[in-house]
């Protein structure tokens, strides 16, 4: 039920690059900007490229470009992409793996767990997490300027 810092510095990625849009971005940039190993970007990138996310730009001015509109990408697409299933418990994937399926007092509630994140992770774009980083580095300014 942990996020992990793959799918974390993902989405976070994406959001930078969001910010920059429709500019490439280089992924030295990205790396920088969100304290983010640049080998350990590297591999994520990779992922949400094959995954459809991003696209590669070649050339003096390259880096990474959002592959669909922000408003398209959803952060349930992002993390399931390099998280693979979000099930909080096995039984939800698999449910040959527990012998209490159907029979499970908690059963019902890992199921409400998976619905709620699943339904919040679907209703939130990359668009939402974009306009939500500009709200923050608003903030930040108008805290300096009265500073």
């Known amino acids: 039920m942990w996020v992990s810092t793959k799918a974390q ?3 976070r990625a994406l959001v930078e690059i969001g910010l920059k ?3 490439s971005v280089p992924l030295k940039e990205v790396a920088e900007a969100q304290g983010i190993s640049l080998h350990y970007l ?3 990138a990779a992922q949400l490229r094959r995954s459809g996310f991003l696209r590669s730009v070649r050339g003096a ?3 990474y470009k959002l592959a669909r509109p922000p408003e398209r990408i959803t952060a349930l ?3 399931e992409a390099l998280e693979g299933n ?3 418990v096995s039984c939800l994937e698999d449910p040959e793996s527990c012998a209490q399926v159907g029979r499970c007092s908690t059963e019902l509630l890992w199921k409400r767990v ?3 994140m699943r339904e919040v992770l679907g209703k939130t774009t990359l668009q939402d997490l974009v306009e939500e980083r500009k709200l923050i580095e608003a903030r930040r300014l108008i805290q300096l300027q009265a500073s």
Request: avoid cysteine.
């Open 9 to 11: 510095y993902g989405l």
């Open 21 to 23: 849009a429709p500019a």
């Open 42 to 44: 590297e591999q994520i």
């Open 61 to 63: 001015k390259g880096g």
């Open 77 to 79: 697409e992002v993390v």
């Open 86 to 88: 979000l099930a909080p």
């Open 114 to 116: 998976d619905l709620a």
